[in-house]
């Protein structure tokens, strides 16, 4: 019998799957500290002092941003309301988010089978089978990357996804009320609105969802007024103008190019469920998980053809269904034999392990790596040391300069920095202020023009190691991780 169904691991799946769940609440404990965490806890911040005109989360400027969604609102309500601090706010929200991203898999993949492991073994495979190097990006459900992101709004709104297609799924079948479809054109309206690429990745499903249903002209028309409704929740969101994304410019290319490289590396092992799609498209032509899979390569492929790299964040609508498709083809299905069963079963606990084993180190995140085992500790990252050493002296709203890196961190705290450390597509100043940071940092800078440059971007404080602030009317006020220097501008 197929490894799945022996009495002594009946329960394995289930068993395996609390254990990382387990593993990923007390990563929530911590909050690891990396990429982008900055920036959505300077969201909370700005939101926290003004729900209704937050400004740009990160320079002093009244600009839209896109990071200001019914999620973050709601983030930003909730520490205006309780006084929790933002930081404490975030681990709320890890929660929240990984709630909705395992109840999500759950609802959507019981649409697919009924077998009682089939959720469990569906989580394990999104966590685990991607690639024999470690990979991290918002947006990917890979452990590692789901530790360091958990908090972030990607994750929410991939829960969200997972309920939208659940939801969507027996509704296309003919068998839901008038108010479903109102109720599924907004929450698809939510979910672009909280992460705009994790939006493409649910648009991407929902339409695999709707062929692969082939729905009678009645469903369809309550489904176009579904969409309709949720093209108007867009049009009216008043923190952003979601349409102008559409025609956002070439930095987000650039940032996302890295998306095209080492595949194999990264996701080997998700070629495991591109096989399994085969036998479920020889069984069904129009199976949800290959049409899913179909239209998220094709996304993929296009934006690397064209040079829009930006589209590479729509990977997780090809990766998905295949991570899903390689759980449920080592379930029992009616017409396979065992031994095909038990070759399935055999090659996905295989290709688990070895993605559990990449991945090891998220351990690191809550055992000191100290008690850990020296193979595991090797693969063990060291997160972010932050910024809050400096907020003993700057305030919030201070102006600080920093170089990019320090940039995407410092307003986490409550200070703006002179130029965003990330691309901002409603900043129309953001080259300048890149150049005007460069320029201030560069070497051959002249101590007169520094001083021009902090006093128009009224900067009080400077960040970096001290080499090319000496002799710029500066003041040392303390010394930091990393050899990192707090200085105020003198007046």
């Not at 008043?238 to 998306?259: I, K, N, Q």
């Not at 691309?423 to 150049?435: G, K, Q, S, T």
């Not at 002249?446 to 960040?463: F, N, S, T």
């Amino acid at each position: 019998m197929s490894a799945f169904r022996l009495p002594a691991g009946r329960f394995l799946p289930q068993a395996a799957a609390a254990l990382v769940l387990a593993l990923l609440l007390l990563v929530v404990v911590r909050l690891p500290w990396a990429g982008d965490l900055g920036m959505h806890a300077a969201t909370v911040q700005r939101l926290r002092h003004s729900l209704l005109n937050p400004g740009n989360p990160l320079v002093d400027t009244d600009t839209p941003s896109p990071y200001y969604s019914p999620w973050t609102l709601l983030l930003g309500a909730l520490a205006r309301l309780t006084g929790l601090p933002v930081f404490a706010v975030l681990r709320v929200a890890a929660v929240a988010g990984l709630a909705l991203l395992v109840t999500g898999v759950w609802r959507y993949v019981r649409t697919l089978s009924a077998h009682r492991a089939a959720p469990a073994l569906a989580l394990l495979c999104l966590l685990f089978l991607w690639g024999p190097e470690l990979f991290e990006w918002s947006g990917f459900l890979g452990l590692n990357s789901l530790a360091l992101t958990v908090s972030y709004p990607s994750v929410c709104a991939l829960g969200l996804s997972f309920h939208l297609w659940a939801w969507l799924a027996p509704a296309v079948r003919g068998g839901a009320q008038r108010w479903v479809w109102p109720g599924l054109g907004a929450l698809w309206a939510v979910i672009l609105l909280v992460h705009q690429f994790s939006g493409v990745v649910a648009s991407l499903g929902a339409l695999a969802t709707v062929a692969a249903a082939r729905p009678g002209r009645r469903v369809v028309a309550r489904l176009g007024a579904g969409l309709l409704l949720g093209l108007v929740v867009l049009w009216a969101w008043p923190y952003y103008d979601f349409f102008a994304l559409l025609t956002a410019g070439a930095d987000l290319d650039a940032v996302h190019r890295s998306l095209y490289r080492q595949l194999s590396g990264r996701f080997g092992l998700v070629l495991l469920g591109v096989a399994a799609l085969v036998p479920r498209w020889r069984r069904d032509h129009r199976d949800p998980l290959v049409l899913f899979f179909a239209l998220g390569a094709l996304v993929f492929a296009v934006g690397g053809a064209s040079g829009h790299y930006a589209w590479g964040r729509a990977l997780p609508a090809a990766l998905i269904p295949a991570q899903l498709a390689a759980a449920l083809e080592a379930l029992p299905v009616e017409g396979r034999t065992r031994a095909v069963r038990t070759g399935w079963a055999c090659a996905l606990a295989a290709a688990l392990a070895v993605g559990a084993w990449t991945q090891a180190g998220t351990l690191g995140y809550v055992v000191p790596r100290g008690a850990l085992p020296q193979a595991v500790a090797e693969k063990y990252r060291t997160p972010w040391a932050g910024y809050r050493w400096i907020t003993p002296w700057v305030r919030y709203g201070d102006i600080v300069m920093a170089r990019v890196s320090v940039s995407r961190q410092i307003p986490a705290y409550g200070p703006y920095t002179v130029a965003p450390g990330y691309p901002d597509v409603f900043l129309p100043d953001e080259r300048r202020r890149d150049d005007a940071v460069r320029r201030y940092f560069a070497a051959g800078t002249a101590g007169d023009e520094r001083r021009r440059i902090v006093g128009a971007y009224r900067v009080r404080w400077v960040v970096d190691t001290g080499v090319a602030a000496r002799g710029a009317g500066l003041r040392e006020v303390a010394r930091g991780p990393g050899g990192q220097v707090l200085y105020a501008v003198r007046r």
